[in-house]
């Protein structure tokens, strides 16, 4: 997972999810341990789809980096 983060590219929470076969949810709990434990997990990009009320529709997702 670390090194899926270090990529010049970065990973995605689904990516992550793919790769790791851990559930959404499990990545994003993880990028938290991370945070706790002083690491930088950046947001390199977001791509959103708008839907109704310019909520996030299905197809969003941010792209997250962590600095070597």
């Known amino acids: 997972v670390l090194a899926m983060l270090r990529r010049a590219e970065g990973a995605t929470v689904a990516q992550i999810a793919e790769a790791t ?3 959404q ?3 994003r709990g993880f ?3 991370l945070k ?3 690491h930088a997990v950046e947001v390199m990009e977001r791509i959103r789809q708008v ?3 310019k ?3 299905k197809g ?3 792209i ?3 600095p070597a």
Do not use: C, I, R
């Open 21 to 23: 076969g851990w559930a």
């Open 25 to 27: 949810h499990t990545v």
């Open 31 to 33: 990028f938290a341990g």
């Open 36 to 38: 706790k434990k002083g």
């Open 51 to 53: 839907g109704p009320n």
């Open 55 to 57: 909520t996030g529709a």
């Open 60 to 62: 969003s997702f941010t």
């Open 64 to 66: 997250y980096h962590l």
